[in-house]
């Protein structure tokens, strides 16, 4: 589903898809009579869990939302609060065709339907009524055609458009939008109407800032059409298989360009080479091309590179002196490369370096050893490298780090005492079968712990109780160990978590649904391959904020949880039984 906040460039911001305060500007309007006399009692928000209270406006906008086919027009209310209940109706899945119609001529400035169900060419009378006030269109995964893309050409001031996944939009369709001289970005992912040809009605485009055609299959020579747009700034053609080193001779003009994702194209080190100018370059993805360390000669280049993904190409240790003179780099991912600690003697230069992605290379305990000097580290990926326990003793100085995997190592349970000291941690993945209660007894000091993978550790019911003190902890994962209901209840305190997943638990009973039940900020939950039956789903009424269930090879039957659905908890989305 699309996003549903409108701008609101003379009010507060508006969070978790609610505005938080009205503007000054209507308090003393005849919109506030109208408020008023719409819904005066106050209520719990349920959104919220019955917690905190709505505003008056809320209250009003869930009113009409229930009542919604009495309405027949909203144009006589002020644009921000049509633009609000239009916005409810969205996230509610309430709008229909019909309902729709009461927004003709409000002057919405967002209508942002992404993969809303049922939009088709019908709706976009109303939606091209809003006229010159609109600013943003999301029509993603529409049944929307040539023609209904067509209405928008009175649209005039249109600075956003997002036509991801339009399977009806053809060729012909793209020169209704070649008029629309305000566009600042424009998205049509996996689109088969941006063919080389298509991309000529871009061409008019000059005001475009942001261009998204990732997994579009067509555009090789297409690029040509972007020559003249000198103020595109960001540049997604990922997953474009057909993209060649020749297209990339185009993008060497377009020096304002700040962002460039290419990965999982054609494009080889003579490619790359074609960038060399791009002087305001700061992000740039490879990923999965074939490219060689090579290419580094022209990357050194790009002074203001900050972030550079290089996983899954063909980097080794030869060449790699060149990552030195990447100065400026604050993301660097190097994963599914056959690159050893020899490589990692170059990145000590790189002191302003935030992340960095080692997964799959061949690193040992040595040459973490080169990473002591980066004291701005706050993301480190290690998984399934050749990193030991010894090699934790290097990461003690990284006081800044916050993310740290360690899953598919050869840590062990000693080596995680190593750990103690990195008191910023937040996330943490230990997935690794030699993991086992006595090493989560090193954990209990990293208090601010948020997210914590044990998927595949040998963890029991007294293991369980080392996590007692994370009381931040906002995800946690505890899968394929030995826990019963007993290990369940040294978890039921943890009142911060939103996912937890103890799936593959065999042991696990109805009880652990009964202590999970005061867990109410939870949005997913797995309790898959467990003895939980159909008799312990009264226990997660109150969890009025999950989205996702899993209970697979439980004898849990799919209609009981669509009755609970139904009744108690209305926020679930996804659920897998039986």
Not at 282 to 301: I, P, W
Request: neutral net charge; hydrophobic residues 35%; contains cysteine.
């Amino acid at each position: 589903m699309g996003g549903i906040c409108s701008r609101k460039r003379d009010q507060q911001v508006i969070e978790d898809r609610v505005q938080r305060g009205v503007s000054g500007r209507y308090s003393r309007s005849s919109s506030s009579k109208w408020l008023g006399s719409s819904f005066s009692w106050p209520v719990a928000d349920r959104r919220h869990g019955g917690v905190s209270c709505s505003s008056l406006l809320e209250l009003c906008i869930y009113k009409i939302r229930e009542d919604i086919e009495n309405y027949g027009s909203f144009s006589m209310l002020p644009r921000d609060i049509s633009q609000q209940i239009f916005n409810e109706l969205v996230y509610s899945h309430r709008l229909t065709d019909t309902s729709l119609e009461a927004f003709r001529d409000c002057a919405l400035q967002d209508v942002l339907l992404g993969e809303y169900p049922g939009v088709e060419d019908s709706w976009m009378d109303v939606i091209s009524s809003q006229g010159l006030s609109l600013l943003a269109v999301d029509l993603s995964g529409s049944e929307v055609t040539d023609i209904g893309l067509a209405l928008l050409k009175d649209c005039l001031n249109l600075q956003a458009l997002t036509c991801n996944y339009c399977d009806h939009i053809t060729q012909l369709g793209l020169m209704h939008i070649s008029d629309l001289k305000h566009l600042k970005s424009l998205s049509f992912k996996k689109s088969d109407a941006v063919t080389a040809e298509g991309m000529r009605a871009f061409s008019s485009l000059a005001s475009l800032e942001k261009l998204d055609l990732e997994r579009c299959s067509e555009i090789h020579g297409g690029l040509v059409h972007l020559k003249g747009l000198m103020k595109l700034e960001s540049l997604n053609i990922r997953c474009c298989k057909c993209i060649r080193d020749s297209d990339m001779k185009v993008l060497s003009g377009l020096t304002n360009l700040k962002e460039l994702q290419i990965s999982n194209t054609n494009i080889t080190d003579s490619g790359v080479s074609y960038l060399r100018g791009l002087g305001k370059l700061h992000m740039l993805n490879l990923e999965g091309c074939n490219v060689t360390a090579e290419c580094l000669d022209t990357l050194s280049a790009l002074v203001a590179l900050s972030y550079l993904n290089l996983n899954r190409c063909n980097i080794s240790d030869d060449g790699c002196d060149k990552f030195s003179g990447l100065r400026n780099l604050k993301v660097l991912s190097l994963g599914f490369n056959n690159i050893t600690d020899a490589c990692l003697v170059h990145l000590k230069a790189l002191t302003k370096l935030e992340s960095l992605n080692l997964d799959s290379c061949r690193i040992g305990d040595e040459g973490l050893a080169n990473l002591t000097g980066l004291p701005l580290l706050k993301s480190l990926d290690l998984s399934d490298t050749e990193v030991g326990s010894n090699g934790l003793s290097h990461l003690s100085g990284l006081t800044h780090l916050e993310n740290l995997n360690l899953s598919f190592t050869l840590v062990t349970d000693g080596g995680l005492r190593r750990l103690s000291g990195l008191t910023s941690l937040k996330s943490l993945n230990l997935d690794a079968r030699q993991i086992t209660d006595a090493g989560l007894a090193f954990l209990t000091n990293l208090t601010g712990l948020m997210h914590l993978d044990l998927f595949g550790a040998r963890i029991s019911d007294r293991g369980t109780n080392y996590l007692r003190n994370l009381k931040n902890l906002h995800s946690l994962e505890i899968c394929g160990g030995g826990l019963t209901d007993a290990g369940v209840k040294n978890i039921k305190d943890l009142a911060s978590l939103k996912l937890l997943n103890l799936s593959q638990n065999y042991n696990l009973t109805d009880r652990t649904l009964e202590m999970l039940s005061g867990l109410t900020e939870l949005v997913s939950l797995n309790v898959s391959n467990s003895r939980v039956t159909n008799e312990g789903l009264q226990y997660l009424k109150p969890l009025k904020n999950l989205r996702s269930l899993s209970l697979e090879s439980c004898k849990v039957t799919a209609s009981e949880i669509r009755k609970l659905q139904a009744t108690a908890l209305p926020n679930l989305v996804s659920f897998r039984a039986e």
